[in-house]
């Protein structure tokens, strides 16, 4: 092997405070060796966040797995790279590029690199993983598979993660399967072996225990919502492969086979139906939540597209319907498989006619979980559609959270839905009579009594007994109680999140995965002694807070992550919010927004106001 | 709309059947369809099929697309609940229905733009699920609600009042329903409603998905002496392949069926179907039998009607996914949420 040039610049030693980033072909096995790297830092109590940021395709295109190890807990992307584990020759100069002056490289050497791939103020650490593996293995598949083992063994070495975390966690993962543990924490060994001998180990970036961890778990949102959805009391689930929704109803599929067999029987109290296209899987839940069943489907922004005209009908014949968006990149096919929040408005007011849609808005997968057992109870109660709207980011991505809980005295909300003997003592039912005041009319489910209590459910204008009507003044006045509910609403939803507002002049709002940046945003300004009052939306429509947050600051951050600012816009129209007070900052191409950029352009504005007396850059 | 009420005026006389019930309680509201449409003759035949078999109104539910076939489920039941959807997706609702509470009785009504253009893929989909249900397509050849275009199940040549040709060949759905996998497919004419009563008590009770396509003509768009759908052409070309008798399984079977004279098949509740001995000698348990016969009498330019085919050992949806007895609609938080020291278990596979 040819001697590298040592760097010309030193590393600065960081410890529990770095990003390393894996570049690898799809298709090549790393997921699973990358995954067990980060999770082994979470083991080691310290804060650490992966992003998948892979293709839309099955086998040979680049993927990259992002790993931030931050001890002050920010969980949000930080751009550069301190280490990259540099497995992929199509993308390799690029990757090489993105690391850091002082930065490292690990690759393999079993092929020599090129001279255009070598720069001089980073350090290489060649491991001829390929040559390792065809030594000591001698099946193909086990040759290409356990290079992404060797290379988390010598990270290990590397960057002084506790050994044995690593081989429990093959332990673990391989119970029953015996046969695979041994080459696995052979693969471990060796890459750890030939780290410790061929480099001083440990480098400059380095791991120590920490407590940050006590009680967290590590999760995906749409494991979460799934989770979610069997504590809710969903019995149904309809829906159209769509990434990167899919694994919400694989994790429904898979928690219904543990926890939802009849004792006894062995029967189902659960039925998946893999539609033919989302319009049926919207169809159907709406069939069955009519029908008094709780039904769900998950989909991504062109399934919500297909499934507006449905959306509409719900909304108008008053029948609950709950929905999972993970939002991807758009418009049309878009990034697949990249992140955005770009469904916001049309979701909002999904269909034609004048509709409009409660949303409910997890940045944590403890919410996801939450949100998604609260959305049926929603959707019941308000007799409308109820839409949560992650995104790839969240859904697909492992994050550290709280652990998820579940009160045990808590009854499902069915809403008002008159019974056999309620039906029995009142003289005369109409279903959209608002006996109450506040919107929401009186359902029934069908068979419930020989002689009361039926309706017919359309989509065409209706009386207050559901009889067809074409009286404009009594389609009006169906409209106008509808837009009541949506008052009503409000107090279901949960209330934004403002945490100590100290009567800055600046405020920042802002909904989702964008919260994963927030805490390092204002820790960094509070430094340059800059501070600004936060607002988190959690639902639309929105609580009176936001309209009084927007009013008492003189400027207002909206941060987001789509091209045309689509949470300002639901603000000015929905609060009737000031425009000119309301500055943005946008992010989309197509990964989580960082801290940095949020940061920069806080300060610009801010800088630009200071010249021209006035914050809006 | 209909603008006049309808009487509530009732016989002191009426018949009542075994759980009590008139006639007149299975009726809805006024048709508000032209008159003489042959949907009117479906909604009477539906309710003196639910009449007659006592069935309870209320453990029925109605559930339909757009357009004038979709209309109907107003004029027939009016104690059960109904659900008028939208274009072409009754199915994926009365899928959801169906899986929300297995013990009801499910009435689908479709028309032919609903089923056989903008719903095609959706009724493809329901009779693969074997939803259990019946499933009426009221079919006409015709778009009426619009004014007069062609459907996809006019006939190739069929020609509608303003004297558009159908230049493309049509879609049949009785043979489309029997290749998907229904288990029941009958195909029957309004005007003819001794022979659709039986069918659709047969089809209420056959536990599956249970399909009658009926031809029911539009008589202000599609009744002309060229269209396929017309009374003239389906009165004329219409043959019979078996005439069916329906024996509720409460009722003493009273009439003796000689095995020489026809044939009689048990549903699973007990019900039983006569098939009367027609010169034809037709087996409806085959299904490239039903196929073969259904294409032959097309090439002669006349119309399969009757039962056309029957396969009682197929399962529905609910046994094909082994769920539980109890309808979903009645699962409540102790049936469904495995609670809190469960999900304690949960958290610690995420540590």
């Known amino acids: 092997m040819r001697n590298l040039p040592q760097s010309k610049i030193d590393t600065l030693p960081k410890t529990n405070d770095f990003v390393v980033k894996f570049a690898n072909v799809n298709g090549s096995g790393s997921a699973s060796a990358n995954n067990m790297f980060a999770k082994a830092i979470f083991r080691m109590g310290i804060p650490v966040s992966p992003h998948n940021i892979f293709p839309s395709n099955i086998q040979g295109l680049p993927t990259w797995y992002e790993v931030r190890i931050s001890e002050d807990n920010y969980l949000g992307r930080r751009e550069g790279v301190d280490l990259m584990v540099a497995m992929n020759e199509q993308t390799i100069k690029a990757d090489i590029d993105a690391v850091l002056p002082g930065g490292f490289v690990l690759y393999d050497s079993s092929k020599q690199l090129s001279n255009n791939l070598i720069r001089n103020d980073l350090h290489y650490l060649p491991i001829p993983l390929k040559d390792i593996c065809l030594k000591e293995f001698d099946k193909p598949a086990q040759r290409q598979l356990f290079k992404n083992i ?25 119970q029953g399967k015996e046969k695979l543990i041994s080459p696995n924490i052979h693969s471990l060994e060796l890459g750890y072996q030939y780290a410790s001998e061929t480099f001083k180990c440990p480098l400059p970036l380095k791991l120590k225990k920490s407590n940050k961890n006590k009680d967290k778990i590590l999760m995906d949102g749409n494991t979460a919502i799934g989770l979610g959805c069997v504590y809710g009391g969903a019995t149904i689930a309809s829906w159209y492969p769509l990434t990167p ?54 989909t991504s922004g062109p399934g919500v597209s297909l499934m507006q005209e449905f959306l509409g009908l719900a909304y108008f014949s008053e029948v609950p319907a709950v929905l999972f968006n993970i939002q991807r990149t758009g418009p049309s096919t878009g990034m697949p498989t990249r992140t955005q929040q770009g ?8 269909s034609h006619g004048d509709t409009k849609h409660i949303l409910l808005l997890p940045s944590t997968p403890k919410e996801c979980f939450e949100f998604a057992a609260d959305s049926f109870d929603i959707a019941e109660r308000l007799q409308t559609p109820v839409i949560i709207l992650s995104d790839l980011e969240l859904g697909m991505n492992e994050q550290i959270c709280d652990p998820l809980e579940w009160d045990d005295k808590r009854c499902y909300d069915r809403g008002k839905v008159l019974n056999e003997e309620e039906l029995e003592k009142i003289e005369s039912y109409g279903r959209y009579q608002d006996l109450d005041g506040d919107g929401i009319p009186y359902r029934t489910y069908p068979g419930t009594h020989a002689s009361k209590g039926s309706y017919f459910t359309r989509g065409s204008s209706h009386d207050a007994n559901a009889g067809y009507t074409e009286d404009g003044d009594i389609y009006a006045e169906v409209m106008d109680r509808i837009a009541l509910k949506f008052k009503t609403a409000v107090k279901y939803l949960p209330e934004p999140e403002a945490p ?82 309301m500055i943005s900052i946008l992010s989309y191409n197509g990964v989580l927004i960082a801290a940095k950029q949020i940061e920069t352009e806080i300060l610009a504005s801010l800088d630009q106001a200071e010249k021209t007396g006035d914050a809006r850059a | 709309m209909s603008y006049i009420k309808k009487p509530k005026f009732q016989h002191p006389d009426l018949q009542v059947n075994d759980i009590g019930l008139t006639r007149r309680d299975y009726e809805g509201t006024l048709t508000t369809l032209c008159g003489g449409c042959g949907h009117d003759s479906i909604s009477a035949a539906i309710i003196q099929a639910a009449a007659d078999m006592s069935l309870a109104p209320h453990k029925v539910a109605k559930i339909s697309g757009i357009g004038c076939s979709s209309k109907i489920p107003s004029y027939f039941l009016s104690k059960s609940h109904g659900f008028n959807s939208v274009h072409g997706r009754m199915p994926s609702v009365a899928t959801g229905a ?17 089923s056989a253009s903008i719903g095609l893929g959706q009724f493809c989909h329901i009779v693969r699920r074997r939803i259990n249900m019946l499933y009426i397509v009221a079919n006409n050849g015709t778009y009426g609600l619009t004014k007069g275009q062609l459907s996809a199940t006019a006939d190739l040549g069929s020609k509608t009042k303003s004297g558009e040709e159908s230049l493309y060949d049509n879609i049949d759905m009785a043979t489309l329903a029997i290749e998907l996998g229904a288990t029941f497919v009958a195909r029957s004419f309004s005007g003819d409603k001794q022979q659709l009563i039986p069918l659709i008590q047969a089809g209420l009770t056959h536990k599956g998905f249970a399909f009658i396509d009926v031809v029911s003509p539009c008589v202000t768009f599609n009744n002309t002496e060229q269209s396929s759908h017309g009374y003239k052409n389906t009165w004329e070309t219409y043959v019979s392949l078996s ?39 037709y087996d409806p348990s085959d299904k490239n039998n039903a196929l ?7 090439d002669n330019g006349e119309i399969a009607t009757g039962l056309l085919y029957i396969n009682q050992s197929a399962s529905d949806l609910h046994e094909i996914q082994a769920t539980v007895d109890k309808p979903f609609n009645l699962l409540n938080n102790h049936d469904l949420c495995p609670g809190n020291e469960v999900l304690a278990g949960i958290n610690q596979q995420f540590r």
Not at chain 1, 256 to 271: M, P, Q, V
Not at chain 1, 343 to 350: E, G, K, M, N, Q
Not at chain 2, 100 to 112: E, M, P, R, T, W
Not at chain 2, 292 to 298: D, G, R, T, V
Request: proline share 1%; with cysteine; aromatic share 8%.
């Open chain 1, 150 to 174: 060797v290379y988390v063994g010598a990270l290990s070495a590397l960057l002084d993660i506790d050994f044995k975390i690593l081989t429990d966690m093959v332990s673990d993962q391989f």
């Open chain 1, 245 to 298: 929704s899919t694994s919400v109803v694989d994790a429904f599929a898979k928690y219904c086979k543990r926890l939802r067999i009849e004792a006894g029987s062995g029967k189902n109290k659960f039925s998946i139906v893999q539609a033919e296209d989302e319009l049926a899987a919207i169809g159907m839940v709406i069939g069955a939540s009519w029908n008094g069943a709780r039904a769900f489907t998950a």
């Open chain 1, 343 to 350: 469904d916001l408005l049309s979701c909002a007011y999904a």
């Open chain 1, 500 to 581: 100590d507002i100290k009567k800055n002049s600046l405020g920042a709002i802002f909904f989702g995965t964008t919260t994963s940046a927030i805490q390092e945003v204002l820790d960094s300004l509070a430094k340059k002694g800059i501070s600004l009052d936060t607002m988190r939306l959690k639902a639309f429509p929105f609580h009176d807070s936001v309209s009084e947050f927007i009013d008492n600051h003189d400027f207002i951050y909206v941060i987001e992550q789509n091209r045309d600012a689509q949470l300002k816009s639901l603000l000015k129209i929905e609060c009737n919010a000031n425009e000119e007070k």
């Open chain 2, 98 to 114: 169906n899986i929300a509470n297995k013990d009801l009785h499910y009435v689908g009504v479709s028309g032919d733009g609903d």
């Open chain 2, 243 to 281: 005439k069916v008798d329906f024996v509720p399984m409460k009722e003493e079977i009273t009439t003796s069926y000689d095995p020489g004279h026809g044939k009689t098949i048990t549903l699973h509740d007990g019900s039983v179907i006569h098939l009367h001995k027609t010169g034809l000698n």
């Open chain 2, 292 to 298: 073969k016969h259904i294409n032959q009498h097309k």
